[in-house]
């Protein structure tokens, strides 16, 4: 057991077998709520949840507000840089930030295989509430449902957020015209490839830590002090292909792209080389991908530098009224090639 | 396939195979986006889903929210009364209204395993709409994770609500005082008997229908039209005696229920009897437990009967300053027994 989840352990559980999660944690009974009071208040713990009525009463500042969804399947759950449970905050936390809002409150709801071992639901609750705390979001209310042995594959987590939108800010891809400037805010694909590296069967050594990171600091200063963002998304599954495809899809406008402007690390290149795979379609779990005027663009990339998560922002493209609809990539060998959105099976269970 | 979901089939689906679910239909890419086009956009369309971005954007009227969230991992997926989708709306549905909150927006995460028939996932998203209409909610954000065969039993769905809380409503526990009288909106046990007598194993015929229900209709008129409500919970997992116990664990009151009282079908009970459960412990999906001060009672129960879901409403017991933090059911033989919280385990799977 390590440090951090031994204080789970100081108030002692009731269970007739402590080291593992049975049918009746997720029953709706005693052993619910002995796991709701001995765990995850301990845990999670704020003047919200606490109530442990149905569901969460929180005050909202403004009239609109962003609500995101994902659940998180990633294998295997704990990966260089993160695990299932800082994944799930990090990935929901930044989807709020891309609607323009600031990420306030997170509905957090377990399916766990009877049988899971409590130690690493323990070690993912230290994770969830750090990432929480580093994010500046607090889990309002949650679900904890357990199914047979061979149902689930060990835990899967869905985290919803909430957010309120920032005055004045609409994010969308209706705002986009030609000449705007294309910033990525560090290095793809680092997920992607610290996850394969925590995978049994590919058998490689390497110091890639994912780049799993709540942008909560990143994002704010820059909607608050850069004047008009016009769009964001991060490039999650799919990839930043994916992202700006869907964003050009059906537009008048295209997307072109400087392959050499695009920082992709060193040692993530020389994995996806052996792999056979493309950094373009690879899944990043701590950037976003920002279209901003041209006017704007210098001063955006000021402001994204200041973060450690945006030291390596960078131009990498630009909206164009030549090939609309499509993203062109044009390569570091001087030739044009249409990336086009992932196609296929991807990798599975990277998120 | 049934005529409800030939809708979805007559925009030709461009898959290979158009009959399963395929691990690219949850990877980002462009399997990922036709589910999305050619069955969620068509199923739950609405300007705020339609945006496909990362999240909704939506409007809340008020300054206090209600957040609430569930997985649904029920099976089997289709029972008498019911399915999976229409369960995982009313369920979260109810919840919000448990809150003192008018229900607005759903966000609708799927879980699938890989080979999961294309046809039942057309049933259930027609069901999942059907629900979200009749209960006054939008579809608004979602997200799609596919995993490979024999990692989940076909398919989970998560849905997270959002509701804004009625203007001065304080649904709360600590709300409750001795004399105040407890309600129920309608008989227990249906749901748990409907979903057993749809498990194969269990072989028996029986008419009994889930009473999973949204519960907007009942519950908005009772806050707005009688008075101060105090406590409001639907007895899901667990059933009437576990909420029953969350409310008085660790207060100054008890709670004295009248067995004779409380409405339980016939042919319910038969079904308890022969497989030696206790209706108190049954999970309901389209019920109430209301606590409201006895000068408001009768009122109360005026509002509930007019709505098809409240008919068999009734006045099931009161608060009490004897035996303070346990429940004590009055039996029709005239003994007292307490009814502790749900130990142990509970049938799995039945929500």
Redesign the interface.
């Known amino acids: 057991m390590d440090k951090k989840s031994e204080h789970f352990f100081n108030c002692p559980l009731p269970y007739e077998n402590p080291g593992i999660i049975?049918?009746?944690h997720?029953?709706?009974?005693?052993?619910?709520?002995e796991l709701i009071e001995k765990v995850f208040i301990p845990a999670f713990g704020n003047e919200y949840l606490e109530?442990?009525?149905?569901?969460?009463?929180?005050?909202?500042?403004?009239?609109?507000?962003?609500?995101?969804?994902?659940?998180?399947?990633i294998d295997p759950h704990f990966f260089p840089g993160g695990d299932i449970g800082s994944l799930s905050i990090h990935g929901t936390v930044?989807?709020?930030l891309?609607?323009?809002?600031e990420p306030l409150?997170i509905?957090?709801?377990?399916?766990i295989e009877e049988g899971f071992d409590f130690n690493s639901l323990a070690k993912i609750c230290v994770s969830i509430k750090e990432a929480a705390d580093n994010a500046g979001v607090k889990i309002?209310?949650?679900?904890t449902?357990?199914?047979?042995k061979?149902?689930?594959?060990k835990i899967?987590i869905?985290t919803?957020?909430?957010?309120a939108?920032r005055p004045g800010i609409n994010?969308?891809a209706d705002n986009i015209t030609a000449g705007d400037k294309i910033i990525i805010t560090g290095s793809i694909g680092d997920h992607t490839a610290a996850v394969l590296s925590a995978r049994e069967k590919f058998n490689f050594e390497s110091d890639i830590t994912s780049d799993s990171a709540p942008l909560t600091k990143l994002i704010l200063p820059l909607i608050d002090n850069c004047g008009r963002i016009k769009m964001m998304?991060?490039p999650?599954?799919?990839?930043l292909s994916?992202v700006l495809n869907?964003i050009v899809t059906d537009k008048t406008f295209g997307i072109s792209i400087e392959e050499k402007s695009v920082p992709v690390k060193q040692q993530v290149n020389a994995i996806f080389e052996i792999l056979g795979l493309d950094p373009f379609?690879a899944?990043n779990e701590g950037k976003a991908v920002i279209f901003v005027s041209s006017a704007s663009a210098d001063k955006a990339l000021e402001i994204l530098k200041q973060n450690k998560n945006g030291k390596d922002a960078a131009i990498i493209g630009e909206v164009t009224e030549n090939h609309p609809g499509k993203v062109v990539l044009h390569t570091q060998y001087g030739t044009n090639r249409i990336l086009d959105?992932?196609?296929?099976?991807?990798l599975?269970?990277i998120c």
Chains 1, 2 share one sequence.
């Open positions: 049975s049918i009746a997720g029953g709706g009974g005693k052993k619910s709520r109530k442990m009525h149905d569901g969460a009463v929180v005050p909202i500042p403004g009239r609109r507000a962003a609500l995101t969804t994902d659940s998180y399947v930044n989807d709020i891309m609607c323009g809002a409150y509905s957090l709801a377990f399916i309002v209310t949650g679900d449902k357990v199914v047979e061979g149902k689930c594959d899967f869905n919803t957020g909430l957010g939108i994010i969308s998304r991060d999650t599954r799919g990839g994916s869907e379609y899944a959105m992932l196609s296929g099976e991807q599975p269970r």
